[in-house]
Nanobody, 123 residues
Framework: QVQLVESGGGLVQAGGSLRLSCAASGRSFSTSDMGWFRQAPGKERVFVAAINFSASSTRYEDSVKGRFTISRDNAKNTVYLQMNSLKSEDTAVYYC????????????????WGQGTQVTVSS
């Protein structure tokens, strides 16, 4: 049974930082892309960041470039999202995602999903 469990969300003031963690279990994702999506109330879930199996490549949504950093620790089957200089528009439920298939690009439609963790950024 694959399970992804996020942690690290919470309430933070604008300009502050949070570090999200996602621990996977049920299978190893050492050969799979992992990443983060987010969903604000009333809006669609959107891509935030992804990292490939070897951490040799990362991808970011334009609005978070330079502020967010994705990383992974395959020995721990865990992916992280360091979020700095947070803005009110970053407020959302953040979902950890892992590609279902090895060596395939992480996409919304081919992912396992965590339960989500709330990030709220106050002005």
């Amino acid at each position: 049974q694959v399970q992804l469990v996020e942690s690290g969300g919470g309430l933070v003031q604008a300009g502050g930082s949070l570090r999200l963690s996602c621990a996977a279990s049920g299978r190893s994702f050492s050969t799979s892309d992992m990443g983060w999506f987010r969903q604000a109330p009333g809006k669609e879930r959107v891509f935030v960041a992804a990292i490939n199996f070897s951490a040799s490549s990362t991808r970011y949504e334009d609005s978070v470039k330079g502020r967010f950093t994705i990383s992974r620790d395959n020995a721990k089957n865990t992916v992280y999202l360091q979020m700095n200089s947070l803005k009110s528009e970053d407020t959302a439920v953040y979902y950890c995602a892992a590609a279902r298939y090895s060596y395939r690009l992480l996409r919304d439609e081919n992912a396992y999903w965590g339960q989500g963790t709330q990030v709220t950024v106050s002005s």
